[in-house]
């Protein structure tokens, strides 16, 4: 059973950057074909896709964030992490991290189709503020 776990400070403050950093057990993040995502929910609205990291170390963007995202993995320890920078408090929201099977799953990108991951995360929430 893998399971992947959210951690990291719970208040930032405008301009400050967020990171965030998902252990993943039960399952290695560089076992093909998967790939490991970064998906947020603000208040009272939709699913974000912010951006991931496949098996094989390579990253990927949403187009609108990708200037202030970055993606990057240990794994020695089995983690990948989300760095955010100048945020803003419409950065606040619920963060996820999740995994989907690049042999099954084709919407797993910006026009994301959540029932196309198959772990998810229990969410750690962020608010900015200052």
């Known amino acids: 059973q893998v399971q992947l776990q959210e951690s990291g400070p719970g208040l930032v403050k405008p301009s400050q950057m967020l990171s965030l950093t998902c252990t993943v057990s039960?399952?290695?993040?560089?076992?093909?074909?998967?790939?490991w995502s970064w998906i947020r929910q603000p208040p009272g609205k939709g699913l974000e896709w912010l951006g991931a990291i496949n098996y094989d170390g390579m990253t990927f963007y949403s187009r609108s964030l990708k200037s202030r995202t970055s993606i990057s993995r240990d794994t020695s320890k089995n983690q990948f992490s989300l760095q955010l920078s100048s945020v803003t408090p419409e950065d606040t929201a619920m963060y996820y991290c999740a995994r989907a099977d690049l042999q099954k799953a084709t919407n797993w990108g910006t026009d994301l189709n959540p029932d196309e991951y198959d772990y998810w995360g229990q969410g750690t929430q962020v608010t900015v503020s200052s």
């Open positions: 039960g399952g290695s993040i560089r076992t093909s074909y998967y790939v």
